[in-house]
């Protein structure tokens, strides 16, 4: 009788934990995703860094953030990422670049920059460049970026409604702006061609979740001022980013000077183009009054360390910028020639020491600082810091996982110092873009890399051919 009644108690016993924790489970908050176990390092206000932090996701954003044991406990998710052993971060942004170009890497490299487009790449670009070439080179683009841990670029070239498409199918988020020039280019061969098929581009892609649509007139140098008005006109009508070259190298300075009695700089606030739509890419030849006028109109800049050595334009004053109260970011450039690899985790190293060598000065821009605009900082770059750039509730779940065991891994005293001076882009081991998995465990999920590497290949030896 003793022993029923036992086991009837332990029974009883074992009945009110299944419920309890059944209970438990039925109270937590559903969630499509969630990552625990790793580092985390938010870039939220506080700059806050999570040992064994988590993050639970809901459709393409981030519901929330905090340590594994608090996530876990809360959100029951359809899919579970452990991610132990990993650095946990918001995905990277490279704010200026050019990808179709990836098919043109390495066409023609060690000459300065008017050379280099005057004499090799427009003529490339005039035998070569189609809506097919745009497409596979942006292939090729999105497969590199992904493996680098990129989940927003802002690009600007001919035939963007393709790199669009294309962006949209990788699964990649983008600021893309259709290229003006006053004279004939691949997709438009005048001014008119290029504002209908640019008001037609803005159209289409008007509050697509991941495709934000730009004007992006070249530079003040390639671009009369009734072009920008144009522009600008399109851009406000649309709401729509405006992406340009300013101040990259000495001779666009001393032209200017020459010509418009201003800066770059002075001369775009003068004809009334800044404001805080604008992207402008390099911002190296500025002097203390463009950087208050930059800062006070709002407008975003984004500096290119690779491709500012590469062709010797100069050194960006990005601590004075940024102590100016300039939004800077990072990009890459076009991986042509101007730098040939799209690995924004490179450029984050660059940035540092070429800011240190520059000043002579190794507190110059520490790696917490370039980390900040490899994210949080170029989102703000870009205008887009309420959507990314930070890992917080209400934003995109644009994430990165990098793998901490590595030889060059460990061992980790200090995140930020691990990613800008010691990991690399081989080490990003998972990339999440609005929620969804694009790369796991280094297996591209969007793309067909096998089948893009082809095609470049056949694409590579057209281009050298029609250049004989």
Request: with cysteine; aromatic share 6%.
């Amino acid at each position: 009788m003793k022993r029923q009644l036992w086991c009837f108690c332990v029974l009883a016993a074992s009945a009110s934990v299944f419920a309890a924790s059944a209970t438990a489970q039925e109270k937590r908050q559903r969630a499509d995703l969630v990552i625990a176990g790793g580092t985390v390092v938010t870039m939220d206000a506080e700059r806050r860094i999570l040992e064994d932090g988590a993050i639970a996701v809901k459709g393409d954003a981030i519901v929330d953030v905090g340590t594994r044991a608090q996530i876990e406990a809360k959100y029951a998710a359809a899919t579970h990422i452990d991610a132990r052993g990993k650095l946990v971060l918001p995905g990277f942004i490279n704010g200026h670049t050019h990808v179709p170009m990836t098919l043109l890497r390495g066409l023609k490299d060690d000459v300065t920059l008017d050379v280099w487009l005057k004499n090799y790449i427009f003529p490339a670009e005039a035998k070569n460049v189609t809506e097919d070439f745009v497409r596979w080179g942006t292939r090729l683009a999105a497969a590199e970026m992904i493996r680098g841990g990129v989940t927003t670029f802002a690009d600007m070239y001919y035939f963007e409604d393709a790199i669009a498409e294309e962006t949209k199918a990788a699964g990649m988020r983008g600021i893309l702006g259709e290229s003006w020039l006053d004279f004939p280019v691949p997709d438009n061969k005048n001014e008119a061609e290029a504002a209908a098929y640019t008001e037609k581009f803005l159209k289409r892609w008007q509050g697509d979740p991941l495709i934000h649509a730009a004007v992006a007139p070249h530079s003040i140098y390639l671009c009369s001022q009734k072009t920008l008005h144009d522009v600008q006109a399109l851009a406000q009508k649309y709401h729509a980013p405006i992406l340009i070259h300013v101040a990259e190298i000495k001779k666009e300075l001393d032209d200017s000077l020459a010509q418009n009695h201003a800066t770059p700089v002075q001369y775009m606030n003068r004809i009334g183009l800044l404001g805080p739509d604008v992207i402008a890419a390099h911002c190296v030849w500025v002097d203390e009054t463009d950087r208050k006028l930059l800062a006070a109109k709002g407008v975003g800049c984004v500096h290119n360390p690779a491709s500012n050595m590469m062709l010797a334009s100069g050194v960006a004053p990005v601590i004075e910028e940024r102590a100016a109260g300039v939004a800077v970011g990072l990009g890459t450039d076009g991986p042509s020639g101007s730098n040939n690899d799209l690995n924004l985790m490179e450029e984050m190293d660059l940035a540092a020491k070429l800011q240190k060598i520059a000043k002579m000065d190794a507190r110059a821009l520490g790696a917490k600082g370039v980390v900040e605009m490899a994210t949080i900082e170029g989102a703000k770059a870009l205008h887009l810091e309420k959507e990314i750039g930070s890992l917080e509730p209400g934003k995109k779940a644009d994430i990165t996982l990098i793998n901490l065991n590595e030889p060059n891994a460990v061992p980790m005293y200090d995140a930020y110092s691990q990613l800008a001076y010691a990991l690399k882009g081989s080490d990003v081991e998972t990339v999440i873009i609005g929620g969804r998995v694009v790369m796991r465990d280094r297996k591209l999920l969007t793309l067909r890399e096998t089948e893009i590497i082809t095609k470049a290949r056949e694409y590579g030896k057209k281009v050298e051919s029609s250049l004989k």
